[in-house]
């Protein structure tokens, strides 16, 4: 059974730091990634790496945020610096898998980051 489990969301002040990180099992990922949903808004890319650990970043993010990931562990990270208010939402990881020839993609429940101002 495939397992995503988000940690480390939280309350931090505007310019501050969190480290996120998700915890997968139940099988070998390729692509895993990090997203966020603001309330009232559509649930946005942050963040992709493949398991070779070529990344992605959407440009809201770009330097300031970084992924990374430990294949040993099966887990990813988002390092989140230089945080916004406008950065308060909450964050999910995504994991994309193969089942013979078919692709699949779950999803953590989500954890939630609010900065203050």
């Known amino acids: 059974q495939v397992q995503l489990v988000e940690s480390g969301g939280g309350l931090v002040q505007a310019g501050g730091s969190l480290r996120l990180s998700c915890a997968a099992s139940?099988?070998?990922?390729?692509?895993m990634g990090w997203y966020r949903q603001a309330p009232g808004k559509q649930r946005e890319l942050l963040a992709t790496?493949?398991?070779?650990?070529?990344?992605n970043y959407a440009d809201s993010v770009k330097g300031r945020f970084t992924i990374s990931r430990d294949n040993a562990k099966n887990a990813v990270y988002l390092q989140m610096n230089s945080l916004k208010p406008e950065d308060t939402a909450v964050y999910y990881c995504?994991?994309?898998?193969?089942?013979?020839?078919?692709?699949?993609?779950?999803w953590g429940q989500g954890t939630q980051v609010t900065v203050s101002s």
């Open positions: 995504r994991a994309d898998y193969a089942r013979g020839f078919r692709q699949y993609s779950d």
């Open positions: 139940g099988t070998i990922f390729s692509v």
């Open positions: 790496i493949s398991s070779a650990g070529d990344t």
